[in-house]
């Protein structure tokens, strides 16, 4: 079984007002198994924080690289750890 993990990534580019919260968490569930929530930074990146299995987690990144999300994605940082819990599905903050 895969272990759970915990992704925090931070998107930067033109990013906010453009539905791309919405977009991530669309895509979260449809990939389904991810808890997490996707928000907008005061400097115009969104965080986005997905716990599940290394799997799931590794799909939502590779989605919010792969060039066809909404507004323009200039680059992704990333870090892994260990679920800590605590979230009730996937939200937008």
Sequence with gaps: M??????TAWVRGH????GFRWWTRATAL????????ASNLADGRVEVVAEGDRDRCRRLLDWLRDGRTPGRVDGVTEIWGEARGGYDGFETR
């Design 2 to 7: 895969n272990e759970s993990v915990r992704l």
């Design 15 to 18: 990013v906010q007002g453009v």
């Design 30 to 37: 449809e990939i389904g198994g991810l808890t997490g929530y």
